[in-house]
């Protein structure tokens, strides 16, 4: 009886078949199913959620008024202000479940040997006294640092992890330049003005950028007329030259933040977990802080209240977060620095600032209510457990 032979283009596809099942009964080819992000640690987590009283049991505060690294004017405790609601953040993909609070020795563990540093205005400065309060909770041995420029900082011994914040307000560097009186001077009132080099970072920060492992950037608050009004306005450089036509104020935000995104990409390695965080609300009710802007409230704004808040439409004293952060995603458009948007979930705490409790006697009448900054504990706890959750994530990657 003749064999049957089949044609070599008939037994090449029942090869591979043959073979590719082989393979995929493999246990060495069977892939780790991803495992989900913990709760806080995916940066959308911020962006998508609500705010729930805090479950029961609810966690003992980390850190108490006595903190040494607390800041008084947002000591709104020991200031007499009546304490702040309960109140944790459930991110909607978790499910309802809330961000967890910091392990901070969990944390410090595995970060040991490593540096966290942010760098901005004094929002960044807000959420770096969290985090050193936070922190300090799990290593009593910590002491203030205030190396390498840093304006405010912590170096905890145990596991030998330092965490600062540098001043830098605009980013850019910025100097004053007083103008020779001239009649064109006086009556324009023109004092002098402050020189700002777009394409130079701030002294405060120029020399770190590869001393730390984590970096958080910020700015958008100083960029205003309240901070550089025309008296003393903001005039733009680029190359040592004046750029002509002269920029206005959020134009130039614009030119600063996508020549200073630009100067991380190229001075910060990219093992560094680079991080920008948007901008924090304000919640001036009734006009702007020297307008007797009043922020003395126990209410949280609902859903619904947030665009005539808030949106730039409505032009509203509360305006600038959102415009700021829009230059914001403009400038890391391509960049591989990661957006931490902490606005939404901000939004809705108009609880939540120090207002009429500074800590300083006449201090209300002298810079009207602090409807900008944050009490703490308060709001940027939150803050603090989510940017943990996501450096946790992101050394656990084995990235850090």
């Known amino acids: ?72 004017a947002w000591n709104c405790l020991r200031n007499g202000r009546p304490q702040l609601a309960a109140l944790s953040w459930a991110p909607t993909r978790c499910g309802g479940a ?13 970060a040991r040997g490593r540096r966290v540093g942010l ?25 203030k640092w205030k190396r390498r420029g840093a304006w405010r900082g912590g170096y905890f011994p145990r596991e030998d992890v330092v965490v600062a914040y540098h001043r830098a307000v605009l980013l850019a560097k910025y100097t004053w330049q007083p103008l020779e009186k001239s009649k064109e001077h006086q009556k324009d009132r023109i004092k ?57 104020m959020h134009d130039g935000l614009k030119v600063v933040l996508k020549s200073m995104a630009s100067y991380v990409e190229r001075e910060v390695p990219r093992k560094t977990l680079k991080l920008w965080r948007t901008q924090s609300p304000r ?37 600038d977060a959102r415009m700021v952060n829009s230059a914001i995603q403009g400038a890391l458009a391509g960049t591989d620095i990661q957006l931490l948007n902490l606005t939404y979930m901000s939004e809705f705490r108009a609880d939540a600032h120090p207002a009429i409790w500074l800590g300083k006697k006449d ?21 603090v457990d989510i940017l943990a959750a996501q450096i946790l994530h992101y050394l656990k990657q084995g990235k850090g």
Not at 42 to 71: E, I, K, M, N
């Open 1 to 72: 009886m003749p064999r049957l032979r089949l044609p070599l283009v008939l037994l090449l596809p029942i090869a591979l078949t043959i073979i590719l099942l082989l393979l995929a009964s493999s246990p060495s080819s069977r892939l780790p199913t991803p495992q989900p992000l913990p709760c806080g640690a995916a940066l959308s987590d911020a962006a998508d959620g609500r705010w729930v009283p805090t479950p029961s049991p609810a966690p003992p505060r980390l850190y108490s008024p006595s903190c040494p690294f607390h800041r008084n």
């Open 363 to 383: 201090a209300v009448a002298v810079y009207g209510q602090d409807c900008m900054h944050w009490c703490l504990p308060g709001v940027p706890d939150t803050w």
């Open 119 to 143: 760098v901005g205005d004094s929002l960044s400065e807000n959420l770096v006294v969290a985090l050193l309060c936070a922190l300090r909770s799990a290593d009593d041995g910590a002491r």
């Open 98 to 110: 809330v961000v967890p609070r910091i392990d901070a020795a969990g944390f410090l563990a595995a």
């Open 192 to 248: 002098g003005t402050y020189r700002v080099d777009v394409d130079i970072p701030a002294d405060d920060w120029v020399n770190v950028t590869k001393f730390y492992d984590v970096l958080i950037f910020n700015t958008g608050h100083w960029w205003d007329t309240y901070k550089f009004p025309k008296e003393t306005p903001l005039v733009f450089y680029k190359g040592g030259k004046p750029i002509e036509p002269p920029l206005g």
């Open 283 to 319: 919640h001036f009710y009734g006009g702007e802080w020297d307008h007797n802007g009043s922020c003395v409230s126990d209410r949280l704004l609902e859903e619904h209240e947030l665009d005539s808040w808030f949106d730039p439409r409505f032009g509203g004293v509360n305006k």
